[in-house]
């Protein structure tokens, strides 16, 4: 990878997958993780092999039909997870194994009732483990993001020694700050000797709402890998959405980091995991929202209509939306009812709009919306006063 470039890796068939209602079969995981190869995924994380036979199957059909991603899969510090990933992902191209533990104070007392030094016994031996069975060996700290910095800088370096390719940062319970995150980053980047060997990766959730932020200060700071789901489905409040953070980047070129994903697949692949996974996505969720791209008040209609920048930073073209919409309240102005009113056939004057408008603007005090079946409606009763031009 080229030092601009920032790797995707895509877990929402494993992140994503783990919540609740979102469980998908072998077929349907087929077809999302050959669209997240199409679309330019660079890690597809396909499962958890050791955790169900289902998941086992998924990961081994997955790993046989990607053809340009990483097929990765996840286990704990356990010799026979990584022992039955391996096995589910010997037929990829380019396998990964995910391996790790959790490194914060909180995960080694209550998780493992165990040390610091029995934790870095056993990731350094997780990590040896999977070298013998592949090349490319990700580690993850789990709960990085409450860990101290100096002994997940120590854990980092035992396990680069180990031959760890991949150092994964998990901000596990979405607590830490966009500042503190990417200061994480830079500790680890500035004080872990060997670090040029590995490439750090943001894996953040979303429980305050500071996923992609956090994501996006981890690159700032150096990380070359980010950890996502589309739509940004995953534990609790989610993961950070990939399309949020490959927008962020496209849209702000001036920070020298790219992806290769084709950004036009973002809104119908944002569509295609809703409908496979019945999860729906908010109207105003970015990027790939409905309403992403809807224009509602009469000031920023007027904006959109005479130049589409005055209201909008990303060309919805860019996303695989055809084109930005106005929808028309109570709220719109004459310039939203006349550019609808033209789109449907109405060429308007002046005197027609005006009275065309005090006529709309009763509909749209009834109802929450009005239609193209609406439009019809009140040139009806224009006409009754002066006939309408029909372009
Ligand atoms: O959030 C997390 O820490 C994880 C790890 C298992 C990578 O999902
Ligand atoms: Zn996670």
């Known amino acids: 990878m080229q030092n601009n470039?920032?790797?995707?890796?895509?877990?929402?068939?494993?992140?994503?997958?783990?919540?609740?209602?979102?469980?998908?079969?072998?077929?349907?995981?087929?077809?999302?993780?050959?669209?997240?190869?199409?679309?330019?995924?660079?890690?597809?994380?396909?499962?958890?092999?050791?955790?169900?036979?289902?998941?086992?199957?998924?990961?081994?059909?997955?790993?046989?039909?990607?053809?340009?991603?990483?097929?990765c899969g996840l286990t704990r510090a356990v010799e026979n997870d990584i022992k039955v990933a391996a096995e589910a992902l010997k037929n990829a191209v380019k396998p990964r194994i995910h391996t790790g533990i959790g490194t914060s104070d909180s995960h080694i007392k209550f998780k493992f009732n165990s040390s610091q030094d029995e934790v870095l016994r056993r990731a350094k031996a997780a990590v040896s483990y999977a070298k013998n069975f592949v090349d490319d060996v990700e580690f993850y700290a789990e709960d990085a993001g409450r860990t101290d910095n100096e002994f997940l800088a120590k854990v980092c370096e035992e396990v680069i020694k180990s031959g760890a390719t991949v150092l994964n940062i998990p901000d596990t319970t979405g607590?830490?700050?966009?500042?503190?995150?990417?200061?994480?980053?830079?500790?680890?980047?500035?004080?872990?000797?060997g670090i040029e060997k590995a490439v750090i990766s943001c894996h953040c959730h979303n429980d305050l709402g500071l996923a992609t932020a956090n994501s996006i200060a981890g690159v700032m700071n150096g990380a070359r890998q980010i950890?996502?789901?589309?739509?940004?489905?995953?534990?609790?409040?989610?993961?950070?959405?990939?399309?949020?953070?490959?927008?962020?980047?496209?849209?702000?070129?001036?920070?020298g980091l790219d992806t290769n994903i084709n950004t036009q697949l973002l809104y119908d692949t944002s569509h295609m995991v809703r409908d496979k996974m019945g999860m729906i996505v908010q109207p105003n969720k970015a990027v790939v929202g409905d309403n992403a791209f809807a224009h509602?008040?009469?000031?920023?209609?007027?904006?959109?209509?005479?130049?589409?920048?005055?209201?909008?930073?990303?060309?919805?073209?860019?996303?695989?939306?055809?084109?930005?919409?106005?929808?028309?309240?109570?709220r719109s102005g004459r310039a939203a009812l006349a550019y609808r009113a033209k789109n449907i056939g109405y060429e308007l004057t002046k005197v027609q709009l005006d009275a065309a408008y005090g006529i709309f603007l009763q509909f749209a005090d009834r109802q929450k919306e009005i239609i193209d079946e609406d439009i019809h409606q009140i040139m009806k009763e224009v006409n009754k006063y002066s006939k309408v031009n029909i372009a």
């Open 227 to 255: 950890e996502c789901t589309i739509n940004g489905i995953g534990e609790r409040a989610g993961n950070t959405a990939l399309e949020e953070v490959v927008m962020i980047l496209k849209q702000h070129p001036y920070l």
């Open 175 to 193: 607590y830490c700050l966009p500042n503190e995150y990417g200061d994480k980053i830079k500790y680890l980047k500035e004080n872990v000797k």
């Open 296 to 330: 509602s008040s009469g000031i920023h209609q007027d904006g959109v209509i005479k130049n589409r920048e005055t209201y909008e930073i990303m060309n919805p073209a860019d996303v695989g939306v055809s084109e930005s919409s106005i929808v028309l309240t109570a």
């Open 5 to 71: 470039k920032v790797a995707i890796f895509d877990t929402t068939l494993r992140d994503g997958e783990q919540v609740p209602g979102c469980k998908l079969d072998t077929t349907q995981k087929l077809v999302i993780a050959e669209r997240l190869d199409y679309m330019g995924v660079d890690i597809i994380e396909a499962g958890f092999p050791v955790s169900s036979p289902g998941d086992f199957s998924s990961v081994q059909a997955i790993a046989k039909i990607v053809k340009n991603a990483t097929v």
